[in-house]
């Protein structure tokens, strides 16, 4: 393997994920809780300390962090207290840029969900939550372990965020809660129910009634059962005896019967289910959508490690894990006997999984269990409940502009890239001089209305810019849609444009489809994308 090759990782969240879950894959994967230690004891001193064990969850062993607090009464806090706490650490050596870069990402994530769920301006925004000091450290110690990890690009599953109604400072409330219910906007998400018995019973015991000892407190006082650990466990398929079916709700585990539903002994109002709990937490929530650009399958990468984090609770019926597993992007190239061989890219190709989802601009309908294996651009997705043009794209939309002389140009292509991944429309750059003949570069994006303020905040994030210009602008757009060609064994999927009377004036492979397919093939791109358009021509124009 390339060592030089960018590392990759898949997050498993299909059954729920939170902050000290994630961070626990991560230290079962190989980072360094010392040294993670040392980033949050830089940041916030003699205040935290991390405490590792294994444990077993489900019948599988497991890594579990706590996060032991050791001043009393820890301060809330609001974003713009913990935005100033990360930025004074600039330039620190103790505290990786690249962490501060990702937590940053993070918590303005759960700033703009809280704002938008309780209506007051971000900056305001009181972290009950993310303030606290165990979730704090929960945060920035996930960030710094995927930095040490070397992960530069992730993929997510569908996200598994629970069902029913818990209870909250402000009454009882749904699952998933509204910070997670924002956050999870354009990915795939599901309940997460367990699965019906499938003949096989547990072959080790499990006492139903497991506590769960959650400190965590969502933003203005939520509690939530999951970040410390979530109500669910695991039938280990050992013996063929048959799992006992109960046929009354006081033979259901915890999380069947209501879990955190029922209030001081009261029992879930007549009409309302129930439902298994909270599964997804928003601090769990807004690491993997700050950290994952991509939603979808498992992507095709030689695993190097594998995490698997654990939760608080074990509960018969799911393992209450996160996995991770690290790697790098593999290929499959023909050597001379004929055969396949592993070969690593010099680069990370995103099209090697059989389909991402861009979880931003996705139509949420459109689940990762679509049988569409070619990777589309951003939000470009083939779907059959989606409008006549496949982008549902607006005529009317915000272009967002910054004049910036200081970045290094290396770093230019992810900037375009990450506005692209989150949702941006189009991305592109036009070099400028400014005051004093000093070259510069115009960043543009074309963003939806509705989502200029997670874009702004991007764009001053990964530029350093002090200010972001906005304007509305109007378009004239031919529709477009989505289908796929298959070349010698590879799938790509090709945009067609219509014009107005619905003729097709143009059939384009996706060109990341066609570079993937080439490498796979083992021929030059440009003879791929020959084929590939040869094959794209004969597609009926109905």
Known sequence: MDPATPRTAFVDATAGIAGDMLLAALVDAGADLAGVQRVLDALVPDSVRFVRSDVDRGGQRAVKVDVEVLVDDPPHRTWASIRDLLEQARGRAEVPGRTIELALAVFGRLADAES?????????????????????????????????????????????????????????????????????????????????????????????????ADAHMHSHGEHHGAD??????????????????????????AHAQGGPHEHGGRRVPAGVAPGIGELATPTGVALLRGLAATAGPQPMIATEALGVGAGTKDTPGRPNVVRVLVGRPFSAEPHAAGQLSAALPTTAPRSTAPRTIDP???????????????????????????????????????????????????????????????????????PISMKHGRPAVTIHALVREGSEGPATSLLMDRTGTLGVRMHRVERIIR??????????????????????????????????????AARVLGISERTMLDLAKEAASGLSTS
């Open 360 to 430: 931003d601009s996705a139509d949420p309908a459109a689940s990762d269990l679509a049988p569409a294996p070619s990777t589309l651009a951003a939000n470009e997705l083939p779907a059959d409940d989606l409008p006549p043009d496949a982008h549902a794209t607006p005529t009317v939309a915000l272009q967002l502009e910054a004049n910036v002389d200081d970045l290094d140009p290396r770093l230019w292509p992810r900037v375009l890239e990450d506005l692209l991944d989150a949702g941006a429309l189009d991305a592109w750059l036009v």
């Open 116 to 212: 938008a769920t309780h209506g007051v301006p971000a900056d305001q925004v009181h972290f009950h939550e993310v303030g606290a000091l165990d979730s704090l450290a929960d945060v920035i110690g996930a960030c710094e372990a995927w930095r040490q990890l070397g992960i530069e690009e992730a993929t997510g599953s569908v996200l598994a965020v629970g069902s029913g109604r818990i209870r909250a400072a402000h009454g009882d409330i749904p699952v998933p809660v509204p910070a997670v219910a924002r956050l999870a906007l354009g990915w795939p998400t599901v309940a997460g129910e367990i699965l019906p018995p499938r003949g096989h019973a547990p072959s080790h015991g499990h006492d139903l009634s497991h506590s769960h």
């Open 479 to 516: 529709t477009r849609e989505f289908t796929e060609v298959e070349v010698r064994g590879q799938r790509i999927a090709v945009k067609i444009a219509r014009d107005q009377d619905g003729a097709v004036v143009r059939r384009e492979p996706e060109f990341r489809d066609v570079a993937a």
């Open 228 to 253: 410390r650990g979530q109500d669910h466990g695991h039938a280990h398929p050992h013996s063929d005896d048959p799992v006992p079916v109960p046929d009354s709700d006081a033979a259901l585990p």
